[in-house]
């Protein structure tokens, strides 16, 4: 079942201090069109430089997760992107008039209950997911980090910390979804440890920080003079000591707040991949250096599976077959040459075409060394471009697809009697007057058979099957000047 992406419906803005640097800053999300992502803007400096959410932009992991492009940075990222992915909003703008996010009160859920109540409206595109196909795992030893990704049919992800603590032990976090984002892990705030605090403290860090936006964790005795000190810091009448080594009246919102926001972290640093995943990811004892490398490992597979054949399961149900495609196409056997569509989006599409002995062309065409000719290979892949373009308006079966220019043919490999050809196609610029300009690539297995360049125009007729002779004329002479 195909999933629309989705933006808000209007602005909304949230503001506070940013942890680290204490600066005060106001972060307006914006509706942004389809296939966008998440892109900051920073409007309080000269030309407002704009920073994609992308894996290759991070500068910086050190106590969170820092972007900078084009003369612009933005630092403590994380948790505001946790609160889109988990809300499976696939396009905003995110401006921001400070250097760093706020803190809030250090979880995700201020961006949640912001962004919902600026409610979200689905666009005219499908969702386009990366859909692992393979595993893809990430080791430090250094740090003792183990991460893995295996194929699933959602975005599932397992976490275990374990810090060699008696206070804090070993703890796990699941969520089988996005959709339990919310209610398990977005109110789940950040934590540390105390003697990490000092070391925060001493280097003039967490200038915006406070006990109410932080779980600090006490794992050793501390001397009354210490907590008075944290107590003057923090602007507190007092500090203590409470819950099972939890510094002051802190209530911890589930029994393993911690695992539960470090798998919030990790949601919001796998953005980074640039599109929503469909895979289970396991890590043990993650952080921000160790999900931005992971996310580079995901990137990596993505470039390759999109390098590659796409993967064809033969009992997978078909979005098309061969019935709903005679319905768009106006070809018939023997001349019908695509036999099942796989994926179908705006942009691209994903066809079969079974080869066997029994195709007519073969009784003429080398019949003692059958070889499928190269310009019905091309022919097959105009077919399943023309679905493409086809679907692209709500009554196809009033449209006839023209080709108007095929450019950059390669034939790479012989198709023999026996072999599955699967064509992917798609959008090489945006679609204007109705002309698709496309990239066609045929596979056998994992080799490229052909390789092409096509443009087509879809011109309205009567109908596509029972068009009169001048009709099609007229359209045909339409294409032609489009051509001049």
């Known amino acids: 079942m195909s999933v629309k992406q989705r933006t808000i419906k209007k602005p909304v803005s949230v503001s506070g201090k940013g942890l680290h640097t204490g600066i005060p800053a106001?972060?307006?999300?914006?509706?942004?069109?389809?296939?966008?992502?998440?892109?900051?803007?920073?409007?309080?400096?000269p030309n407002q430089?704009?920073?994609?959410?992308?894996?290759?932009?991070?500068?910086?992991?050190e106590r969170g997760t820092t972007l900078q492009q084009?003369?612009?940075?933005?630092?403590?990222?994380?948790?505001l992107l946790a609160a889109l992915v988990g809300l499976e909003i696939d396009n905003v703008l995110i401006e921001v008039n400070g250097p760093e996010i706020p803190i809030m009160d250090g979880s995700s859920m201020p961006f949640v209950l912001a962004?919902?109540?600026?409610?979200?409206?689905?666009?005219d595109a499908e969702r386009v997911y990366f859909e692992l196909k393979e595993i893809v795992s990430y080791e430090d030893q250094a740090k003792h980090i183990e991460m893995l990704a295996v194929p699933q049919e959602t975005f599932r992800l397992t976490v275990m910390v374990d810090y060699n603590s008696a206070v804090l032990g070993t703890q796990h976090a699941t969520i089988y979804s996005a959709s339990e984002f919310k209610k398990e892990v977005a109110s789940c705030r950040t934590f540390v440890f105390l003697h990490?605090?000092?070391?925060?403290?001493?280097?003039?860090?967490?200038?915006?920080?406070?006990?109410?936006?932080?779980?600090?964790?006490?794992?050793?005795?501390?001397?009354?003079?210490?907590?008075?000190?944290?107590?003057?810091?923090?602007?507190?009448?007092?500090v203590k000591v409470v819950q099972r080594g939890i510094l002051n009246n802190t209530e911890l919102k589930f029994f393993n707040e911690p695992a539960r926001h470090k798998l919030l972290d990790m949601v919001g640093d796998l953005a980074l991949v640039g599109m929503p995943l469909k895979a289970h990811i396991l890590a043990?004892?993650?952080?921000?250096?160790?999900?931005?490398?992971?996310?580079?490992?995901?990137?990596?597979?993505?470039k390759k599976d999109k390098k590659g054949a796409p993967r064809?399961?033969?009992?997978?149900?078909?979005?098309?077959?061969?019935?709903?495609?005679?319905?768009?196409?106006?070809?018939r056997p023997p001349f019908l040459l695509v036999d099942k569509i796989l994926e179908l989006s705006a942009t691209h599409v994903v066809g079969v075409k079974n080869v066997t002995m029994n195709e007519d062309f073969f009784r003429g065409h080398f019949p003692g060394s059958p070889i499928?000719?190269?310009?019905?290979?091309?022919?097959?892949m105009a077919q399943t471009g023309g679905i493409l373009a086809l679907k692209s308006v709500p009554d196809p079966e009033n449209y006839l697809t023209y080709f108007m220019k095929i450019d950059n043919v390669r034939f790479r490999q012989q198709v023999l009697p026996g072999d599955t050809l699967i064509f992917h196609l798609e959008l090489i610029s945006p679609v204007r007057r109705g002309i698709f300009h496309m990239k066609g690539t045929a596979y056998v297995g994992d080799k490229i058979a052909t390789e092409a360049e096509m443009m087509a125009q879809i011109v309205k007729t009567k109908g596509t099957n029972g068009s009169s002779t001048e009709q099609k004329f007229e359209a045909v002479e339409n294409v032609k000047q489009l051509i001049k």
Do not use: C
């Open 312 to 331: 064809f399961n033969p009992a997978a149900d078909a979005i098309l077959n061969i019935n709903d495609i005679m319905k768009l196409l106006p070809h």
């Open 49 to 61: 430089p704009v920073i994609d959410v992308d894996v290759d932009n991070v500068s910086d992991t």
């Open 26 to 45: 106001t972060v307006t999300f914006k509706p942004a069109p389809v296939n966008h992502w998440y892109k900051f803007k920073r409007i309080d400096l």
């Open 196 to 238: 990490e605090l000092e070391l925060l403290l001493s280097h003039n860090l967490i200038k915006g920080g406070d006990l109410d936006n932080a779980v600090v964790l006490v794992d050793r005795d501390i001397p009354q003079e210490k907590l008075d000190y944290l107590a003057k810091v923090f602007n507190k009448p007092n």
């Open 70 to 79: 084009n003369g612009g940075k933005i630092a403590t990222t994380e948790h």
């Open 115 to 123: 962004l919902e109540s600026a409610g979200t409206v689905e666009q």
């Open 372 to 380: 499928m000719p190269g310009v019905l290979q091309i022919e097959a």
């Open 284 to 302: 043990a004892r993650p952080g921000h250096s160790g999900n931005v490398a992971f996310a580079r490992k995901l990137r990596e597979a993505i």
